[in-house]
Structures are given as structure tokens and as C-alpha cells.
């Protein structure tokens, strides 16, 4: 068998990227050209696109070398023709297609240099009978430019190709050496409508992975993400840039938004062989404004939530704050209710992440079979540090209490100091609140899934407004 290649030319964007500020809010994905070749390499795997090609010939070759061909009966080569010792070449078929190797170069502010290598064998019927093996070198270039589909989602359209014979070997049979050349031509006219369509395939399943990238996902049953293309793709010598725009929406359909950060982020250059998925501080806001919307970050804390070693009794808060209880009896029990009201917010600097939720806490006795009664009323900031831990399509938090800081809002008995109560409140927050909020942040932020890149392995690094995960090709 003898080496083939297949030269295409992708006509990707008309600009470069630029090192340094990110000029949006939205989530940055730069894919290294060794995912795309991945990308290409795995639609030929397994899959139909060598499959079609095998056998193809058959059907045309009973057009151009059977017997209404050229070396059919009346043919140039038939009987009457120039060499009437031949009849026939018949059946001849690709039957080797052995899986291309995928290389490519970008070209910065172009498009994408692409080479599949191959080896194809084909096998018919000589003129002087018996089996005929042949091998054939075949360069095949064309152009494919980028469009937009319907859906917004950049579409790689096949424009012109053409292909290119290498040489001819003969591998068992019998060929005289005129019908060489006639056999070259045949393959010339044939290799075109065989193999132009394998790569229109090829740029079929690369399209919809491009796709996927610019989906509606899910956040669990709260809402979804939809990530839709900010600007046109770029292209430098090492990777693509797609700004995706993250819109975040509740279960109903509204769009959850936030004032867009005043200065653009820095994002840090990458590295040869990795790929990148910067993840704006706003979409962490959006997401914490879905929870908000939906009370997913409002809780009641019952004695039965909590620990036996974590007081919640009026006894206990008569050691803290006497001047609280005014005439209720110690020895009942406390509920607690925490209602957010107003948006929680992230910060996301010096390689660390903390979020703060402003919360209003009322404490009223309680008793089960009774109508709980209120005693105070506190305005709280929590303050929490997130621990971030990529997966395969998404960014998990997970939440730990950092601080409470409390004041008084309002007092059905005496006023009093509220920051006595920080240290208990923190004990109860921390065994009964935190782990409600780990449960419902499970959902995750999600990652745009470009090219099926698996962010699983990523490293993540923490920078002034943005969450950087980097995954090495």
C-alpha cells in the first residue's frame, strides 16, 4: 500500500487573538489545535465515514470501465479500439482504507491547514483475468469556509476541492503498460466524487461538536445556561478562541443578570498543548442570583437539624443574651429562619474565592404542637469560602463558614449586643445551613462542552474576577 494525503484548508476567522485583557464577561474557551485534530481523528474511528468509502467504486466504475466505458465494448480499448485484446476491467473496488493520520497547522488570522494520511488499496478484475491489486497515491485539497448556522453556531462549509494522483503501483495482476494511463485517468475522474464527500463527513461531525459548545444545559431543576457565540472565532498559530456568552435563565424562562464588572479581565497567556475555559466572575453571581430567585439559599433550622452538642434552646441563649427572652421560661426550644433577600456575591481574587450572603435571621421559641414565638430579628453577612473542583462538564463549589458578623434589627424584649451571638450562630450555620447550601450548589456552574474537551484533569487557578481551567491536549 503507498501513503496518501489529504490537504484541507479551513477558513476559520480573519483575525488573531490578543494576549492579556479579555474584553468580555463571558466565558473564554481556547482550544489547542491538538483537540481539533482529536476531534478529526475520532469522526474517522469507528464510525461510518471509511466505511462508506469502502467498495464505492463498483457503481462507477460500470460508468467509465465497464462495458459502456472506456474499455467497454465500442470503447477506446474494446474490441475495434486500439487494443482489442482487451475486453474488460471490471469490478475494481476500494478495499483498503486504513484509518488516516490527522495533522494540522493553523494559520494565524486564516484558517487551519489540515493533512489526513492514508493507504488505499484497490482490488477488480485484470484484463487478462485474475486478480488486480493496485495502490495509489492521492492528494486531495480543498477549501472550507466558516459560516454561521440558524442556531448561531459556527459551521464549517465545504467550498472547493480537488485532488491530486500520486503515483500507481501495481501489487498483483497483470496491467500491460499502455492501460496504465487509462487506469490513471479513471482513477483521476473517479477519486473526487469518492473522497471530496468523506471530507464534507469529516466536517459533518466536527460541526456538531462546535454545536454542543453553544447549547442550553441544564442547572439541575433550577434553570439552565445558555452559551451563545459573542463574536465571530479567532484563530492564532497554536489555537481557536470562542468569547461564548453565558445567559443564565430560571425554570420559567427569565433571564437572571448582573451588572457586568466594571474593568475587563487579565487573562493569563497559554501554554503549547493545553487548552483553556476562563469562567467569569458573572456567571458565578448569575448562578447564586438563580438560587437566590428560587429560595434554594433560604433555610428553617429546627432542633432537629442540629447536633444534640449544638445548643438550641432558650436556656442556652439566656447564658448569651438574658435581656433577649425578657419572660419566657428557659428549657424551650429555638427555631431559626434565614431568608436571603438580596443577592449573594463572589469574589474571585488572589487565587481565592469567598462569597458572601447577606441573610436576615429571625429567632422564635418553639414548640411543636404551638405557634412559634418571635423574639428577635438579625441582619447577617455569612462569609464563606468556596472550594473549587472541575469535572469532566463542569465547575463544583464547595461552601465552608469563614464568618458571621450580626446586628440587631429588631427586639420583641430589650435591646441588646448582638455580636454575643456570632460564635453560637456560627456553630448552628455551620452544621445546619452550609451543608443545605453544598447540597443545592451540587448542580454545578457548567462548562461549555467545545470539541468534548475534558476539563476533569484541569488546573485551576484563581485570578482577579475569573476562574482559569487548564487542560493539557
Known amino acids: 500500500m ?24 463571558g466565558t473564554l474557551a481556547r482550544i489547542d489545535k491538538d483537540e481539533l485534530g482529536k476531534a ?28 459502456g466505458g472506456l474499455l467497454g465494448g465500442g470503447g477506446l480499448l474494446s474490441y475495434g479500439g486500439i487494443f482489442g485484446v482487451v475486453e474488460e476491467l471490471s469490478g475494481l473496488k476500494i478495499e483498503e482504507l486504513t484509518l488516516p493520520k490527522v495533522s494540522l497547522k493553523l494559520l494565524p488570522g486564516f484558517g487551519v491547514q489540515l493533512s489526513l494520511h492514508t493507504k488505499v488499496g484497490l482490488h477488480g478484475s485484470g484484463p487478462l483475468g485474475g486478480l488486480l491489486q493496485l495502490a495509489a497515491e492521492v492528494n486531495v485539497s480543498s477549501r472550507v469556509a466558516l459560516g454561521v448556522s440558524s442556531r448561531g453556531t459556527p459551521t464549517l462549509v465545504l467550498k472547493r476541492c480537488s485532488t491530486l494522483l500520486g ?3 501495481l501489487l498483483s495482476g497483470l496491467l500491460p503498460a499502455p492501460l496504465f494511463g487509462v487506469v490513471e485517468q479513471t482513477l483521476f475522474k473517479v477519486l473526487p466524487g469518492l473522497l471530496c464527500p468523506m471530507v464534507d463527513s469529516v466536517l459533518g461531525v466536527v460541526n ?30 497554536q489555537y481557536i478562541e470562542l468569547d461564548i456568552n453565558p445567559i443564565v435563565k430560571s425554570v420559567a424562562g427569565d433571564i437572571i443578570d448582573f451588572p457586568k464588572p466594571p474593568k475587563p479581565i487579565k487573562v493569563p497567556p497559554k501554554d503549547d498543548h493545553t487548552s ?12 447564586f442570583g438563580l438560587l437566590q430567585a428560587n429560595g434554594a439559599l433560604d433555610i428553617d433550622i429546627t432542633p432537629e437539624l442540629v447536633p444534640s452538642n449544638v445548643p438550641l434552646t432558650t436556656t442556652d441563649l439566656a447564658a448569651l443574651v438574658p435581656e ?3 419572660k419566657l421560661p428557659p428549657g424551650q426550644q429555638l427555631l431559626l429562619l434565614i431568608r436571603v433577600k438580596e443577592a449573594a456575591s463572589v469574589t474571585l481574587q488572589n487565587k481565592k474565592a469567598t462569597v458572601s450572603i447577606p441573610a436576615n435571621i429571625r429567632v422564635l421559641s418553639y ?4 405557634t412559634p414565638e418571635a423574639l428577635f430579628e438579625l441582619n447577617a453577612v455569612l462569609t464563606l469560602n468556596a472550594q473549587l473542583a472541575p469535572s469532566a462538564t463542569k465547575l463544583h463549589l464547595s461552601l465552608s463558614l469563614e464568618r458571621l458578623r450580626v446586628k440587631l434589627a429588631s427586639s420583641f424584649a430589650h435591646a441588646f449586643d448582638a455580636s454575643h451571638l456570632e460564635e453560637w450562630l456560627s456553630d448552628v450555620v455551620r452544621v445546619a445551613y452550609v451543608p443545605k447550601l453544598n447540597v443545592d450548589l451540587d448542580v454545578g456552574i457548567p462548562l461549555p462542552k467545545v470539541l468534548n474537551v475534558n476539563f476533569a484533569t484541569a488546573a485551576l487557578e484563581i485570578i482577579e474576577n475569573a476562574v482559569v481551567l487548564t487542560v493539557a491536549s
Open 40 to 67: 478529526i481523528q475520532n469522526s474517522l474511528v469507528g464510525g461510518p465515514i471509511l466505511q462508506n468509502v469502502l467498495g464505492t467504486v463498483t457503481s462507477v466504475n460500470q460508468g467509465l470501465l465497464g462495458s
Open 276 to 287: 483553556q475555559v476562563v469562567v467569569p466572575l458573572y456567571l458565578f453571581n448569575t448562578v
Open 324 to 326: 433577649a427572652l425578657g
Open 167 to 169: 503515483h500507481i503501483s
Open 208 to 237: 456538531e461538536l462546535l454545536g454542543t459548545a453553544l447549547s442550553l444545559v441544564p442547572i439541575g431543576a433550577l434553570g439552565s445556561v445558555e452559551f451563545t457565540l459573542a463574536t465571530l472565532p479567532l484563530i492564532s498559530n
Open 2 to 25: 503507498m501513503l496518501g494525503m489529504w490537504s484541507l484548508l479551513l477558513l476559520w476567522g480573519l483575525a488573531t487573538p490578543c494576549q492579556g485583557l479579555l474584553e468580555t464577561v
Open 367 to 370: 414548640r411543636p404542637k404551638g
